[in-house]
């Protein structure tokens, strides 16, 4: 079964861009989150959906910050504009709604903003 | 709120055990979780447990939980160099939202 997948694997780009990740949840989960991970704030959950309506999105650092999901097979997480201190992994998860349901991760995108 | 502390590194011998230890607050806590992080990679599942269990054992991994004291930990048997990682401990409450709330990982260094 395919996991989680995410894109681009790696993006690097110059301050001020706008950068968008994408993420394709395991067919079948209804549940989706976006994560980034520092060395500096560890794993942060930013943002999740459930039946692609956002939930909770507290953790979203600020309003250049923003996550869609179209349908239930797509997610984007867009920065715009971005800045260095965004420079991270980002990940997204899915899981089924029952209440053992661990969440999968997809391998992340490796985010570097000079 | 809700917390979850580990601590951030743990050094050992190739062959000898692990104990990677974590402490929860939150006591509705239903399902508890350990994740393994290789370099470059997406955390990865390594096994839960239910909070009305006291222990689970998975080949070399042993999962103990004393929910008293909200302590859960993560022994890893016969540790090899394979087994240098990132290593979350994550928990549900009780309420059915999906979320987890992970702490932020130990690092587990295996010399050979």
């Known amino acids: 079964d395919a996991g989680v997948i995410q894109s681009p694997r790696h993006e690097v780009t110059e301050m001020g861009q706008e950068v968008t990740l994408r993420c394709k949840p395991i067919s079948g989960h209804d549940y989706l989150f976006w994560y980034r991970q520092t060395m500096m704030r560890g794993l942060e959950l930013l943002i999740y959906f459930n039946n692609n309506v956002p939930i909770d999105d507290s953790g979203m650092p600020e309003d250049r910050f923003s996550a869609k999901m179209p349908n239930a097979s797509f997610s984007t997480l867009k920065i715009q504009p971005s800045e260095p201190r965004d420079s991270a992994v980002y990940f997204c998860a899915s899981s089924r709604t029952a209440n053992n349901q661990p969440q999968h991760f997809g391998d992340g995108t490796r985010l570097s903003i000079l | 709120g809700e917390d979850v502390e580990q601590s951030l590194f743990l050094s050992v011998r190739e062959g000898d055990s692990s104990v990677i230890n974590c402490t929860y607050t939150?006591?509705?806590?239903?399902?508890l979780y350990w994740y393994k992080q290789e370099p470059g990679a997406g955390l990865q599942l390594l096994t839960y447990i239910f909070s009305n269990m006291d222990m689970k054992q998975d080949q070399r991994l042993t999962v103990l939980l004393n929910k008293k004291d909200k302590h859960l930990s993560l022994r890893i048997a016969d540790t090899q160099t394979g087994d240098s990682a990132i290593y979350f401990c994550a928990e549900r409450g009780s309420s059915n939202t999906g979320k987890l709330i992970f702490g932020q990982g130990t690092t587990l260094q295996v010399k050979p």
């Open positions: 939150d006591s509705s806590s239903t399902y």
